[in-house]
Nanobody, 125 residues
Framework: QEQLVESGGGLVQAGGSLRLSCAAS????????MGWFRQAPGKEREFIAA????????RYTDSVKGRFTISRDKVKNTVYLQMNSLEPEDTAVYYC??????????????????WGQGTQVTVSS
């Protein structure tokens, strides 16, 4: 059974850092694009970052460029999201997702086939 499990969320002060991890199991996700999305209360789920199968191409939403970095370890079947200079506006549940389509990196949640259960990130001011 395919499974994505996020970890690393928590409570941090503004300006602080967190590193989220997404561990994949049940199949090899090494050939899939992996993405991070987030959803704040009362808001729609939004694209944050994604990385292609090789790790050679990444994409970020404008609000996190220069602060967040996505990476992947294909041996460990794990994707990471390093989040620096966190702001209260970054508070949300963060989700990991996998896209098996072999197409270009998508920012659309509907293009992703598997999702984790989410991890809460809370940034206090």
């Amino acid at each position: 059974q395919e499974q994505l499990v996020e970890s690393g969320g928590g409570l941090v002060q503004a300006g602080g850092s967190l590193r989220l991890s997404c561990a994949a199991s049940g199949r090899t996700f090494s050939t899939y694009t992996m993405g991070w999305f987030r959803q704040a209360p009362g808001k729609e789920r939004e694209f944050i970052a994604a990385i292609n199968w090789s790790g050679g191409s990444t994409r970020y939403t404008d609000s996190v460029k220069g602060r967040f970095t996505i990476s992947r370890d294909k041996v460990k079947n794990t994707v990471y999201l390093q989040m620096n200079s966190l702001e209260p506006e970054d508070t949300a549940v963060y989700y990991c997702a996998a896209d098996r389509s072999y197409s270009a990196i998508s920012t659309m949640s509907m293009e992703y086939d598997w999702w984790g259960q989410g991890t809460q990130v809370t940034v206090s001011s």
